[in-house]
Antibody, heavy 122, light 107 residues
Framework: ELQLVESGGGLVQPGRSLRLSCTAS????????MSWVRQAPGKGLEWVGF??????????DYAASVKGRFIISRDDSKSIAYLQMNSLKTEDTAVYYC?????????????WGQGTLVTVSS | DIQMTQSPSSLSASVGDRVTITCRAS??????LNWYQQKPGKAPDLLIY???ILQSGVPSRFSGSGSGTDFTLTISSLQPEDFAAYYC?????????FGQGTKLEIK
């Protein structure tokens, strides 16, 4: 069974850092691009960024709201994607989901983790 | 950046109703449009990709159409489990963007 499990969320003070992990199972992790999507409390979905697979250079791209502060990386040997969040702001408070990108006809997010809550507050 | 605008933002309907949600992109995205359903406290689920292709396991009462800038999601006969939030999303170009969502509620 394909599964994505996020971990690492919690309460953090503004300006501090936090690293989220997304552990994948049930598919060939190294073949897939992975994205992070977040949802602030009571709000809609916001794409955070992605990392492509090794054949595509493991290149990354980010939303403007997090560019320069967040870094996505991956360890294919462990089937884990990471979201390193630096210089956190109160507006980064959200549930963070990792998603698998599937490229069939178009790219879509066909599997999602359960999400992990990040609360940025003093 | 491409802006995605959904309408309506909320909708009240009854079991058995036919419902249509629209999504408009600020520029042409061909058919690079996906629809997701999200129930309270849960992660979103992919419903439709490439504007009109039903994801495996999704009931046939769901359908999608459109290309370019205008898209629709239609539920032909609402079932109790369909009351949820729905989001469109473009994957044409980064930054990928979602619509603001449509909350479908029971009348």
């Amino acid at each position: 069974e394909l599964q994505l499990v996020e971990s690492g969320g919690g309460l953090v003070q503004p300006g501090r850092s936090l690293r989220l992990s997304c552990t994948a199972s049930g598919f060939t992790f190294g073949d897939c691009a992975m994205s992070w999507v977040r949802q602030a409390p009571g709000k809609g979905l916001e794409w955070v960024g992605f990392i492509r697979s090794k054949p595509y250079g493991e290149t990354t791209d980010y939303a403007a709201s997090v560019k320069g502060r967040f870094i996505i990386s991956r360890d294919d040997s462990k089937s884990i994607a990471y979201l390193q969040m630096n210089s956190l702001k109160t507006e980064d408070t959200a549930v963070y989901y990792c998603t698998r990108e599937r490229a069939v006809a178009v790219t879509s997010f066909d599997y999602w983790g359960q999400g992990t809550l990040v609360t940025v507050s003093s | 950046d491409i802006q995605m605008t959904q309408s309506p933002s909320s909708l009240s309907a009854s079991v058995g109703d036919r419902v249509t949600i629209t999504c408009r992109a600020s520029q042409s995205i061909n058919s690079f449009l996906n629809w997701y359903q999200q129930k309270p406290g849960k992660a979103p689920d992919l419903l439709i990709y490439a504007a009109s292709i039903l994801q495996s396991g999704v009931p046939s009462r769901f359908s999608g159409s459109g290309s370019g800038t205008d898209f629709t999601l239609t539920i032909s006969s609402l079932q109790p489990e369909d009351f949820a939030a729905y989001y469109c999303q473009q994957n044409y170009i980064t930054p990928y963007s979602f619509g603001q969502g449509t909350k479908l509620e029971i009348k």
